[in-house]
T-cell receptor, first 119, second 111 residues
Framework: EAGVAQSPRYKIIEKRQSVAFWCNPI?????LYWYQQILGQGPKLLIQ????????DSQLPKDRFSAERLKGVDSTLKIQPAKLEDSAVYLC???FGLGLAGGPTDTQYFGPGTRLTVL | EDQVTQSPEALRLQEGESSSLNCSYT??????LFWYRQDPGKGPEFLFT???AGEEKEKERLKATLTKKESFLHITAPKPEDSATYLC????????????FGTGTRLLVSP
């Protein structure tokens, strides 16, 4: 079974530039997550999609970050404009279930991540 | 606020020297506790899910246990290939399956 795919794997940009990351989840997985992992820290959830709808974006800096999941499959995360503190690894994960509050616990499977460096 | 604390931050073992990693948590209601392994330059790899106090799960040289306040990942007779960062995460009954991660324990096993 193919895992979660992400691209690009690495990206270096100047501050105030824009950048976009792409994620293709495991086939058949309804829920997709974007996490930010700063060096030396654990991943932090940015946004969660159930099919193509957003269920949790409470920690997404909406003034500069945006994300979409068209047709309930692939997803794109965008940063515009980037700041120095956005330097991190951006991880995409997916799970089979609907990710409902109070629903059955579901295992999240992670992609390899995109390492972003903002200069 | 839900919190996860892992200790130690780093651990160096000799091959064959058994030890334990700790994950303590403070949450409003625990639905599941997850252990992941992360190798440099890669995404977290799922190891275990524990649901209730007293539960134990094993995989090769790894054994995870859960109490009401903490979880332990026991590593028996580790090998150099067990070197990685081990991440603990909790899923609570108030979020939409969100995982709250600790900062991880970096394990280095020397031959």
């Amino acid at each position: 079974e193919a895992g979660v795919a992400q691209s690009p794997r690495y990206k270096i940009i100047e501050k105030r530039q824009s950048v976009a990351f792409w994620c293709n989840p495991i086939s058949g997985h309804a829920t997709l997550y974007w996490y930010q992992q700063i060096l030396g820290q654990g991943p932090k959830l940015l946004i969660q999609f159930q099919n193509n709808g957003v269920v949790d974006d409470s920690q997404l800096p909406k003034d500069r970050f945006s994300a979409e999941r068209l047709k309930g499959v692939d997803s794109t995360l965008k940063i515009q404009p980037a700041k120095l503190e956005d330097s991190a690894v951006y991880l995409c994960a997916s799970s089979f279930g609907l990710g409902l509050a109070g629903g059955p616990t579901d295992t999240q499977y992670f992609g390899p991540g995109t390492r972003l460096t903002v200069l | 606020e839900d919190q996860v604390t892992q200790s130690p931050e780093a651990l160096r073992l000799q091959e064959g020297e058994s030890s334990s990693l700790n994950c303590s948590y403070t949450v409003s209601g625990l639905r599941g506790l997850f252990w992941y392994r992360q190798d440099p330059g890669k995404g977290p790899e799922f190891l275990f899910t524990l649901y209730s106090a007293g539960e134990e799960k094993e995989k090769e040289r790894l054994k995870a246990t859960l109490t009401k306040k903490e979880s332990f990942l026991h590593i028996t007779a580790p090998k150099p290939e067990d070197s990685a960062t081990y991440l603990c995460a909790v899923q609570t009954d108030t979020g939409f399956q969100k995982l709250v991660f600790g900062t991880g324990t970096r394990l280095l096993v020397s031959p």
